[in-house]
């Protein structure tokens, strides 16, 4: 079985320019945006509906962010900050958890993706600024990662009965 981020670099490999990296880059936020939205609206948990809820917002921001660059070549400030949902983390799931940490867990591994993909475009930037450019989206990506790894063990984590 071969590796889904060794796929990303062989992607990479095949493409002849940077605006073709953004381009793809693009294309994988707003795959993002539609999933999250499309899986917002299936969750029971109003925790997890709003965490994607917000994801879907995040991808939207990170393709105008990209958008923005390859039409002005300016580099756009990337802003991440950390969304207040760890109180409604003790919430339980409903009847359908495993459905719902199976999705979790999907954009877990979306978000991983993600951030090994805007690594890999940090270290082929043509310089020292746009390398920069896309740590910050991957430290944004590994934010979100963060923030379902915290929802996923609040899920999973052994609860003793009263």
């Not at 992607?11 to 999250?36: C, N, P, T, V």
């Not at 756009?76 to 867990?105: N, R, Y």
């Amino acid at each position: 079985m071969k590796d889904i981020l060794h796929d990303i670099a062989e992607e990479l490999d095949k493409l002849k320019s940077m605006d073709q990296a953004i381009g793809m880059a693009i294309e994988l936020e707003e795959e993002g945006m539609e999933y999250y939205a499309e899986k917002a609206s299936l969750m029971k948990n109003e925790t997890a509906s709003k965490l994607y809820v917000f994801l879907a917002g995040e991808e939207k921001k990170h393709a105008e962010y990209l958008k923005q660059y390859r039409e002005s070549k300016h580099i756009p400030e990337v802003e991440f900050t950390f969304p207040k949902f760890k109180a409604s983390f003790t919430e339980e799931f409903s009847d359908e958890k495993l459905e719902e940490i199976g999705i979790l867990l999907a954009a877990l591994r979306f978000e991983h993706k993600s951030e090994y993909f805007y690594m890999e475009l940090a270290n082929r930037a043509d310089d020292e600024e746009q390398s920069l450019f896309f740590e910050k989206i991957a430290a944004a990506e590994r934010g979100h990662y963060q923030i379902i790894d915290e929802l996923l063990g609040a899920a999973t984590e052994f609860r003793m009965q009263t």
